[in-house]
């Protein structure tokens, strides 16, 4: 059964325990999202800017605020955990120009009667966010709903619920009553929530297994859409005419950036036979840069795992016998921490073939691009893949056959800019991106015609 109360302890201290948090009621939630659903479709988009705009403003206020408490709850490293607001708060004037480009009505005069396209606003919107990004991937989703016309109400994650009340207080200041609303809860609460026949979409970001099961608890609902952002064991390929230097620098970011609890983390590492031997050592050097230790220090760059059960996990997989290039090691003396683990393997489900969310990346060789574009294949989450070379056409090769949402050339795996769209296909997710553009699935097209 889901607790009605608890209290998070800072995974970087133990002794640091956040204040206690309720779990709400959906069901009222909704009901305030659905009574204010008609005042807030009736604005315009130029005063839904406004009202958010007022939103950004205060979000910028409490920016440090917010960053610190994102490093206490869940473990994010300072220096990321600002990164993570100032995308938040450049969020919205991304928004607006892609609501410029979507959501405005279009004229159509090549058809038997002058028509247009107009966009609709679904309804109630609900949006699952994660621990990992507690501020940021759910916020890029509310913007482009609320902008649309529709109410939200936002569902953090238990283990950032504390950053998630503050986000909402922000959030709900700026906006008409229920037009913002924030529910605490944990699986039976985003689950009553998600299924409530008043909500129209439904923004989830999490695990495969977590989003299967409510696409298919969502399914005889067919009016209701569902956008799924899911993760995956992401592919940096190393060709043989890569510089290795950058490429093992870019391993060690996808590998312990938010300390590998990334949809987009690093977990496969691909590497041409040729250059095994000095990539490893480079890679050896790289994360033995990466300083761990207090979240709330300006000076680390390796947090803490968030949870105990994240840690559980990480010590099962750094238990597998095998060729351990980095051994890893666990110390939950003050906080959940793990060190960088990379073990080189023979074939892709080596590590049993699921999302590690940790900082544990495995390493296999290929011999030529045909070989490297078939183990990259091997695995169906299709997130992010960056690949290695100094030879645009090889990149294109690559390009034209690899099935991922996100690909990149001599850059990380992590590396995603809020200025493209951001999302998984395959088992990775279905195919709504997130980042730019997801205005575009924050209302319906009505099409109008009329006879002249």
């Known amino acids: 059964m889901d607790p009605a109360r608890w209290i998070n302890c800072s995974p970087g201290n133990h002794s640091i325990a956040l204040p206690e948090v309720t779990a709400g009621d959906p069901v009222q939630a909704v009901d305030r999202a659905a009574a204010a659903f008609d005042l807030w479709k009736r604005t315009s988009l130029e005063e839904r800017k406004a009202a958010l705009t007022v939103a950004r403003d205060r979000l910028r206020e409490s920016a440090e605020e917010l960053a610190m408490l994102i490093a206490r709850e869940v473990g994010k490293p300072l220096r990321e955990a600002r990164l993570e607001i100032a995308a938040a708060i450049a969020k919205f004037e991304l928004t607006f120009a892609d609501a410029d480009l979507h959501l405005a009505e279009r004229g159509v005069t090549d058809g038997p009667h002058p028509g247009a396209v107009r966009s ?12 990992n990004f507690p501020v940021h991937l759910g916020h890029g989703a509310a913007v482009a709903y609320l902008l649309a016309g529709n109410p939200v109400v936002f569902k953090p994650s238990p283990l950032a619920a504390n950053v998630g009340a503050a986000y909402g207080r922000i959030m709900s200041a700026a906006l008409p009553p229920g037009v913002f609303d924030i529910v605490q809860g944990w699986t039976g609460v985003s689950r009553r929530l998600c299924l409530d026949p ?27 859409s569902l956008a799924l952002e899911l993760g995956g064991r992401n592919c940096l390929i190393v060709c043989e005419d890569a510089d290795l230097l950058a490429a093992a620098s870019a391993a ?17 590492i691909l590497v041409a036979e ?19 230790g207090d979240p709330c220090s300006e000076e680390t760059m390796l947090g803490p795992l968030v949870s105990s059960a994240a840690l559980d996990r990480y010590r099962s997989l750094i238990s597998t016998p095998g060729d351990w290039i980095v051994p890893g090691r666990a110390d939950a003396g003050t906080g959940h921490f793990a060190s960088p683990a990379v073990i080189h393997v023979a074939t892709p489900d080596a590590l049993g073939g699921q999302e590690f969310f940790c900082p544990v990346a495995q390493v296999e060789t290929f011999a030529d691009i045909p070989s490297a ?29 690899l099935e991922v949402g996100n690909l990149y050339c001599n850059l990380p795996t992590t590396f995603s800019p809020s200025t493209l769209p951001f999302g998984g296909i395959l088992l990775a997710g279905n195919g709504k991106p997130g980042g730019r553009g997801f205005a575009r699935f924050a209302a319906h097209e009505q099409a109008v015609q009329w006879k002249s």
């Open 120 to 131: 609709r606003p679904r309804g109630v919107a609900a949006v699952v966010a994660p621990f």
């Open 198 to 224: 008043r909500v129209r979409s439904v923004c989830f970001t999490g695990s495969l297994a977590a989003g299967r099961k409510l696409a298919v608890d969502l399914a005889e609902d067919i009016s209701k």
């Open 252 to 268: 060690a970011d996808g590998i312990c950036l938010t300390t590998g609890q990334r949809c987009n983390s690093t977990s496969r």
């Open 274 to 292: 040729k250059v095994l031997p000095v990539f490893v050592a480079a890679l050896r050097e790289a994360l033995a840069g990466r300083r761990q």
């Open 373 to 401: 574009i078939a183990l990259q294949k091997a695995d169906t989450c299709g997130l992010t893949a960056s690949v290695f070379t100094e030879d645009e056409g090889v990149f294109g090769l690559f390009a034209d056959d």
